[in-house]
């Protein structure tokens, strides 16, 4: 299964911070993703600029597709950037991951995603879009869409008007399954209506975590994943340290979280759906598939950033090979 992602192109600046005093001073509300101006985005990095950090390109899906890239899997992935230094890299570091790349370029700089870690890894998220925000899906061919049997999209597109629930009805023309993740709370609370009437339209597999299952059902997530499932076709619900659901129907499983002490929850989601998406890609079984998606999580909360290390991926093909056998 050729797996195609579209997401938002965005530098991530990781930050460690010494408390979350930090974030009272920022007026920012921890484990959250809150949008800012370019001049907040400067502002927020400058007076913390003392503070331990490191840079990639990231974006949700972006690091979902260079996960599958890593795993032997067939996968590209469309993204806007600027015509800056930032975007040349972001474009060149999706090339060496083996993601196959379809970038549309806007004059200016690049988007960027702040990332405010808390000691207890909680990290909360201060996100320039700059021309990330104005891809569209007249950008996107059919003959690339229909290139692709899955396309993944995340749920900070819904806001995007010319992009969201037109390359949704495009897929669904051309045959193309849907996958979404919710992304974050704020989305499904603002976006609930507009959630509700497109998922079961359009969506074949939706991705949240428990309080955007919970946002957008008004149910517990045991409840929400098979209120979810009536929906679509497969429902996960990921619950951190206490591992994800996954529903299809009237069946529901429970796998458990893999890896320790979170260091960093940064890509712990992004990782989830890479597993996951490509233990169906290769026929696995619904449980078979969380459980390859809980490694990948497992792996990336033990490392500051949203990537795995590159020495760490011989161990999880092992792993998975294990799973699979």
């Known amino acids: 299964m050729k797996i195609l992602g579209i997401g938002n192109a965005l530098l991530d600046v990781l930050l460690s911070l010494e408390t979350d005093h930090t974030l009272t001073v920022l007026n920012m509300q921890k484990g959250t993703m809150d949008l800012v101006s370019e001049e907040q985005m400067i502002a927020i990095q400058k007076a913390q600029s003392g503070l331990e ?16 890239a890593n ?3 067939d996968s590209g992935y469309i993204g806007k950037v600027g015509t800056d230094e930032m975007g040349a890299s972001y474009e060149d570091a999706v090339k060496k991951a083996n993601v196959t790349p379809y970038f549309v370029h806007r004059e200016g700089i690049s988007g ?3 990332v405010l870690i808390s000691p207890d890894g909680e990290r909360t998220m201060a996100t320039f879009l700059g021309p990330a925000e104005t891809l569209e899906a007249a950008d996107i061919s059919d003959e690339t869409l229909s290139s692709y049997d899955l396309v993944y999209i995340e749920g900070y597109l819904i806001s995007n008007e010319k992009l969201f629930l037109p390359i949704l009805e495009r897929a669904s023309k051309l045959g193309v399954k849907v996958a979404l993740d919710l992304s974050n709370f704020n989305i499904v609370k603002g976006f609930k ?12 597999i939706l991705f949240s975590n428990e309080s955007e299952a919970e946002a957008y059902t008004g149910l517990t997530a045991t409840e929400a994943v098979r209120k979810i499932s009536k929906e679509v076709e497969i429902s996960i619900v990921t619950l951190g340290k206490e591992g994800a659901l996954v529903g299809s129907g009237n069946e ?13 929850t ?8 890479a597993g996951f998406l490509y233990g169906q890609s290769v026929g696995a079984s619904l449980e078979e598939s969380a459980k390859i998606g809980s490694i990948l999580a497992g792996h990336v909360i033990e490392v500051i950033g949203p990537q795995i290390p ?6 999880i093909k092992l792993k998975i090979s294990a799973i699979l056998a």
């Not at 209506?193 to 074949?204: A, D, G, K």
């Open 53 to 68: 950090r490191n840079q990639s390109p990231g974006g949700s899906v972006c690091n979902t597709m260079r996960a599958l």
């Open 71 to 73: 795993l032997g899997a």
């Open 112 to 114: 960027c995603c702040t």
């Open 193 to 204: 209506e507009l959630l509700q009437e497109v998922i079961p339209r359009y969506v074949q």
């Open 252 to 264: 529901v499983i429970h796998v458990p979280a893999s890896g320790g002490q979170p260091i960093d």
């Open 266 to 273: 940064t890509g712990a989601g992004d990782n989830f759906a």
């Open 310 to 315: 590159e020495e760490q991926w011989q161990q």
